[in-house]
């Protein structure tokens, strides 16, 4: 399922690189003017500073956040090997407002509480501070491995803000191997990003990666209720992943290394 995954997910990204970049410039051009606000305020050196950069930090990634969002329906089009366009980004935006800044705000919130609490706790120093410093830091590993799901989740299922939030936490304890592995390929996408200037495959390549992985996993729950007697823990691992592909298989194609750049090849 991974190996597909990886190609369906690069082809995807080729196939519509233009509905990606445009949006990429919007966000990158945001997120830098929001770093320069941030550290024009951190410049400041004072206590009001710090508690004035915090909640600048939570609202301005919560803006951001909108601008992100918006992406996901085009992403969740391309997923479904159907076309997005770049009207529909804009129209999304007013659309995803308010789970979109809600959930940045969340995501604020536990930036915020793990840059000032783990140092925190950690100069208490003894058993106690170590501990409360590496609880916190647990709770952030898995809140965030869990949120990543959540503009997906929004994409694909149009849940309201609590349902996705909950259902963050299913996918993830159910996919905990899979949900570790898609958090260091998005690492590995946002590395790639900063030596692109950000805008490939940039914010919306992440976003596109998340779609794609959580609509694939999708068909395991499908499955499942279509096979409840499947549904114990003994059998969960043996999903038939090979079944389950065969129809994004064929309509995704053999798509060999030359038809990414003389695609007229392939047709012919």
């Known amino acids: 399922m ?26 990158s051009l945001s997120s830098a003017l929001a770093f320069f606000i941030l550290s024009c305020l951190i410049s400041l050196e004072s206590s009001f500073a710090m508690v004035l950069t915090c ?16 992406f996901s329906e085009n992403a969740a089009e391309i997923a479904n090997f159907s076309m997005p366009s770049i009207a529909s980004y804009f129209r999304q935006i007013p659309k995803v407002f308010s789970n979109a800044f809600r959930y940045g705000a969340l995501i604020g919130l536990l930036v915020v509480a793990g840059a000032i609490g783990i140092p925190v706790y950690n100069s208490m120093g003894g058993i106690l501070g ?25 994409a694909l299922l149009h849940d309201n803000f609590s349902k996705c939030l909950k259902k963050c936490f299913i996918i993830f304890f159910d996919n905990t191997a899979f949900s570790i592995f898609m958090f260091f390929h998005n690492l590995i996408l946002a590395a790639l990003s900063f030596m692109i200037f950000t805008v490939l495959p940039g914010t919306c390549g992440i976003v596109l990666a998340q779609v794609n992985a959580l609509r694939l996993r999708l068909y395991k729950y499908d499955w499942l209720d279509a096979n409840p007697q499947f549904k114990s823990a003994k059998y969960r691992k043996n999903i038939p992943w ?21 695609p007229y090849k392939q047709e012919q």
């Open 2 to 27: 991974i190996g597909f995954f990886l190609k369906k997910n690069f082809c995807d990204g080729w196939d519509n690189i233009l509905y990606l970049l445009v949006p990429n410039i919007i966000i």
């Open 55 to 70: 909640a600048a930090l939570i609202i301005l990634l919560a803006l951001v956040m909108v601008l992100a969002m918006a």
């Open 130 to 154: 170590n501990a409360l410093a590496l609880l916190l830091l647990a709770f952030e590993i898995v809140f965030f491995l869990s949120l990543q799901w959540f503009v997906p989740l929004r």
């Open 242 to 262: 090979d079944a389950l592909l065969e129809n994004d298989r064929t309509t995704l194609g053999p798509r060999p290394f030359k038809s990414f750049f003389m």
